[in-house]
C-alpha cells in the first residue's frame, strides 16, 4: 500500500508520480489518496476563486472526482472507492463558522474595537486567514489497485 494524502495536487506532473508508484507497487497492490476537490460545492459556488484550495503557487493541479479517476485508469489503476467528503463534519459546524466569521468580518471593519474597548487579543488569532475554513465535499478520497501486466 502506498498513500498519498494532501500530496498529488503539490506535484508538477502527477501521471509521472502515478506511473512511478505503480511501478513500485507489487501486482494488485493498493494506492490510497486524499486530494481536494476542484468541483466540490464549496470550491464551485459558495467560494470561487476565495476558495483555499485555489493556491496556484502551492496547488499546481487541481482535480474532480471524475478527473481524478479517468487519470488513474490512464495510468493503470483500477479504482474500487471514490468518494467526496467535508472537512467540516456538519451543519452546526457550518453554521456556527459563518456567525463566528460574519462577526469577525464586523470587528474587523471597526479594527476590534467595541467602544473604548480592543479586542484584538480575543478575538484576532496571529496568521489568521480571511478565506473561510470550511466547506462541503471538499476532498476527494481514493483507493487504486495496480491492474495487472508490466508496469508503463
Known amino acids: ?3 498519498l494524502y494532501d500530496v498529488i495536487e503539490h506535484i ?12 513500485l507497487l507489487r501486482p494488485n497492490g493498493t494506492l490510497v489518496l486524499q486530494t481536494p476537490n476542484a468541483s466540490g ?11 483555499m484550495i485555489v493556491q496556484p503557487d502551492a496547488h499546481l493541479v487541481l482535480f474532480s472526482p471524475s478527473g481524478l479517476q479517468s487519470m488513474l485508469q490512464q495510468e493503470g489503476y483500477s479504482v474500487t472507492h471514490l468518494s ?3 472537512l467540516s463534519g456538519n451543519l452546526r459546524f457550518y453554521t456556527l463558522t459563518v456567525i463566528r466569521r460574519s462577526i469577525k468580518k464586523i470587528l ?3 479594527h476590534y474595537k467595541l467602544g473604548g474597548l480592543d479586542l484584538t ?7 489568521e486567514t480571511d478565506l473561510p475554513q470550511f466547506s462541503f465535499n471538499d476532498v476527494i478520497q481514493a ?6 501486466g508490466a508496469s508503463s
Do not use: C, N, Q
Not at 470550491?43 to 476565495?50: D, E, Q, T
Not at 487579543?121 to 496568521?127: F, H, L, P, Q, Y
Open 143 to 148: 483507493t487504486a489497485v495496480r491492474t495487472d
Open 108 to 110: 474587523k471593519a471597526m
Open 1 to 3: 500500500v502506498i498513500t
Open 84 to 86: 467526496t467528503h467535508s
Open 12 to 23: 508538477p506532473d502527477p501521471r509521472v508520480t502515478l506511473r512511478e508508484i505503480r511501478r
Open 121 to 127: 487579543r480575543w478575538i484576532k488569532r496571529s496568521g
Open 41 to 51: 460545492f464549496g470550491a464551485r459556488y459558495l467560494y470561487r476563486s476565495r476558495s
